[in-house]
């Protein structure tokens, strides 16, 4: 193990040096696994018991010496991430992250807007946003994230993350999650390990829905079901059914609505898996 410490503080020394100069020089005690992407997730690592700082902000950091970065549709195109060491070492480090396109759509000449919901109707909108944002809030010491994620179900993409429309100039919210058009009563799949964090029979606008815990601020939320299937408080692995693909809430047909978030900032699912399988329909 000492052997193995003095190699690391060589290298590291090495390495300092090789890079002089360059602030971005790579380091052994901050390593990185994911994409530095608008929508991308990141797994770090680093020594446990430091202090991590993203962008100044404190960030939960596992026994391991785990944490997460997620960048939303609009990140900046810097992050800067602060550790500080137990023995008072400093690493700052500023790291680019990429920009992307979205789709965007405009349409215009649509005839005025409907009128917006009665106050009831929007007393309850608020009460079930809150809900979701309050799971998506939780901050839990859970490493759930780094068994990965998979496909909830195979389907037809019909929505893509970030996609934007402006109707008659006015621009809507930009799309949070995934759209997976599949039969109506397909089995939907929890993406990762984690806890069920909320369910709930009916919302206004996602129906049956259910968010999932995976760890540090990480969650994932299933939209439109049909069925639920799980319980709030339950534990879930990876394939572990939580429902079935309907389209209550407002949905214009039977589709999964999955989205993930860190914190309350929305990442694309579909950077944290592969391309959709080829069903035999497809
Ligand atoms: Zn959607």
Redesign the pocket.
């Known amino acids: 193990m000492t052997a193995f410490r003095l190699h690391l503080s060589n290298l590291l020394v090495f390495l300092v040096l090789l890079g002089a100069g360059t602030p971005a020089a790579a380091d052994p005690r901050l390593t990185f696994e994911g994409s530095f992407v608008q929508g991308g997730l990141v797994v770090a690592r680093t020594e446990p018991f430091a202090l991590v700082e993203v962008d100044g902000r404190p960030t939960r950091l596992s026994p391991e010496g785990l944490f997460l970065l997620g960048f939303g549709r609009d990140a900046d195109p810097t992050v800067e991430i602060t550790v500080t060491f137990g023995d008072g070492g400093v690493l700052r480090r500023r790291l680019d992250v990429a920009e992307r396109e979205f789709p965007v759509q405009r349409i215009e000449g649509l005839p005025p807007q409907q009128v917006t919901p009665d106050p009831k109707t929007l007393e309850r909108i608020h009460a079930e946003s809150a809900l979701i944002r309050t799971a998506r809030e939780l901050d839990s010491a859970r490493t759930d994230f780094t068994g990965g994620f998979a496909w909830p179900v195979q389907g037809t993409i019909t ?1 893509v993350f970030g996609s934007q429309r402006i109707l008659n100039g006015e621009p809507r919210a930009p ?5 997976i058009a599949a039969p109506p009563g397909t089995p939907v799949a929890a993406a990762a390990d984690g806890v069920v964090s909320l369910i709930h029979e009916d919302m206004f606008y996602t129906g049956k829905t259910v968010l999932l815990d995976h760890g540090h601020g990480l969650a994932s939320i299933y ?1 439109h079901l049909s069925e639920i299937e799980v319980v709030e408080g339950q534990r879930v692995e990876q394939g572990t059914a939580i429902g079935k693909v309907g389209a209550t809430g407002r949905a214009t047909g039977p ?1 999964l ?3 993930v978030s860190l914190n309350q900032t929305r990442l694309d699912p579909e950077l944290l898996v592969g391309p959709m399988p080829k069903t035999s329909a497809q």
């Open positions: 929505g799309h949070s999650g995934v759209d939209v589709h609505h999955w989205g």
